[in-house]
């Protein structure tokens, strides 16, 4: 069903409620997603973007009730990603010479995705394709997030099509930002930004400085997942600019993975020294094999510094503890500090492992760590606190 935006732009995307995993099962999308599809008619008209594949039939038929599909001119593949191309097979067996405008880099991807030799008309940054009284003017987006990424500007309605840049897993009846919760409209632009973008910041940086360079007028955003911001535009683009600049906030984050307990009650009273040390610092506490990973990642992200901590188990670590230290080295993090601790019960590998892969993912480890044999008793414990205090002194200085 369509939902118009402007005379000429419609919403022809698919709301997926259900979604709780993405990218197989490395994203959690609490509150579902939409795969964003929009329609310009004009003289001529293009279709910007199709859906994720289970969703295929159902898109075509709704797009076909809405106009008749020999009426497409031409297919814009923003991403090629298979969230947004998924629908193209079914589309295009519908409407096989209609041209689809992408990248060169998006040429590769969907034919290595469907194998398929569809009439591909390759744009570059300032290419402009007219549909009448408006255009339609592209710019290339390489590693926002893949090589074939970009946006598409349309003249008259000024609206760009961001794509998965400033998008965000969020299912809504509602289609614009004004019209949502502002709070859960930020943690999910927040959770997507940390999650999917913090590898890219510069890229992130230098992209959104050129187009804003452009001076084009800007009445909405539309982006390929989410709701469409059209109040005040430029507060995402702003925010993506200093989420960019990876500024943390004054927040340590404390992750840890523990087998009996004993890391756990190193963790409270880590927490513990640091509160006593600095109780404006905000302390955020999560045992990783109960916690969403990427709400952990998101919390990081906002962090200063981390603690990680895990029990020794076969000369090595807990896996969610080694899935976390893998996630975060992909990440990319900069300008963050991190400490390790954890119990043991013979041989303790698990403390200067961790250390290791912090100092492998980027982070500034701030010394070897605090280890407790057994069950830490009172004294160690006071070690717990000793090591939560001096280490917040320590990221402090
Ligand atoms: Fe929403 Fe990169 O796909």
């Known amino acids: 069903m369509r939902e118009k935006i402007t005379e000429h732009v419609s919403w022809v995307g698919i709301r997926d409620w259900e ?25 001529k008209v293009a279709l910007i973007d199709t859906v994720w594949a289970p969703f295929s039939k159902d898109f075509v038929k709704n797009l076909s009730q809405e106009i008749d599909l020999s009426k497409i001119d031409y297919v814009v593949i923003n991403h090629a990603e298979i969230d947004h191309s998924g629908a193209l097979p079914e589309l295009m067996r519908h409407i096989p010479e209609v041209p689809i405008y992408c990248t060169a880099k998006g040429v590769g991807s969907l ?44 003249t008259e309605d000024n609206i760009l099509f961001s794509n998965d840049a ?16 502002e709070a859960e409209l930020l943690q999910e632009s927040l959770k997507y930004y940390a999650n999917i973008l913090t590898p890219f910041s510069a890229l992130v940086t230098r992209k959104i400085h050129e187009v804003l360079g452009f001076n084009l007028p800007l009445s909405m955003i539309c982006p390929s997942h989410g709701v469409i911001w059209r109040k005040d535009p430029a507060q995402i683009v702003h925010r993506y600019l200093e989420w960019a600049k990876g500024e943390p906030e004054n927040q ?4 840890y993975d523990t087998m009996w307990e004993n890391t756990k009650r190193m963790a409270d009273a880590l927490v513990e020294g640091i509160q006593t040390e600095d109780p404006a610092v905000k302390v955020k506490v999560f045992n990783l094999s109960k916690s969403d990973k990427n709400d952990v990642i998101t919390e990081v ?35 963050k500090r991190g400490g390790a601790f954890g ?21 500034s480890v701030v010394d070897n760590g605090v280890k407790a044999l ?24």
Not at 374 to 379: A, H, R, S, Y
């Open 301 to 335: 992200f906002l962090s200063k510094a981390i603690l990680v901590g895990s029990s020794t188990i076969n000369r090595g670590i807990l896996t969610s503890v080694a899935g976390f230290l893998e996630e975060v080295k992909g990440l990319g993090f900069k300008n």
């Open 343 to 363: 119990s043991y019960g013979w041989s303790g590998e698990s403390v200067k492992q961790i250390g290791e892969a912090l100092k492998k993912a980027g982070f």
């Open 252 to 255: 340590i984050t404390v992750v």
């Open 19 to 43: 979604l709780r995993k993405f990218h197989g099962d490395e994203y959690s999308t609490h509150r579902g997603s939409t795969y964003n599809a929009y329609l310009v008619e004009d003289e």
């Open 111 to 154: 034919q290595g995705h469907y194998h398929e030799s569809w009439n591909f008309q390759v744009v570059k940054t300032g290419d402009k394709l007219s549909l009448g009284s408006r255009e339609l003017v592209f710019v290339e987006a390489p590693m926002l997030h893949w090589p074939d990424s970009m946006f598409c500007y349309l």
């Open 374 to 397: 057994w069950t830490p008793d009172e004294e160690g414990l006071n070690a717990c606190r000793a090591y939560g205090k001096a280490f917040v002194k320590t990221i402090s200085g």
């Open 166 to 181: 400033f998008g965000q897993h969020y299912a809504s009846s509602h289609l614009y930002n004004d019209e949502v919760d």
